[in-house]
């Protein structure tokens, strides 16, 4: 099993920075592409990606948060961040870290969630 643990979230002021990091725990065998998703308030049924980066390749993001979100790993570390500035109102959310994980070589590979961290922009 692989455990996420998000952290960074808060309370912050429209035009201000916030950055998050999700830390991978557990039975790593190795870990693939890396993300940060969200879901707003009252759209319980859509989570949106906000960016991804792979072990190699093009970073991906949202249309929505370029040029303000920038989104980096640390393998070593089994760690992802977003750093997020520029935030706006819209940007509240709660956001949640997306980790694609091998645990066991003779199995695929499998998508993990951690519980998500709250960010809310606001004055």
């Known amino acids: 099993q692989v455990q996420l643990v998000e952290s960074g979230g808060g309370l912050v002021q429209p035009g201000g920075s916030l950055r998050l990091s999700c830390v991978a725990s557990?039975?790593?065998?190795?870990?693939?592409?890396m993300g940060w998703y969200r879901q707003a308030p009252g759209k319980e049924k859509e989570r949106e990606l906000v960016?991804?980066?792979?072990?190699?390749?093009?970073?991906n993001y949202a249309d929505s948060v370029k040029g303000r979100f920038t989104i980096s790993r640390d393998n070593p570390k089994n760690t992802v961040y977003l750093q997020m500035n520029n935030l706006k109102p819209e940007d509240t959310a709660v956001y949640y870290c997306n980790v694609l994980a091998v645990t066991d070589r003779r199995q695929p590979a499998r998508y993990y969630w951690g519980q998500g961290t709250q960010v809310i922009v606001s004055s």
């Open positions: 960016a991804t980066i792979p072990t190699g390749g093009n970073i």
């Open positions: 557990g039975s790593i065998f190795s870990i693939g592409v």
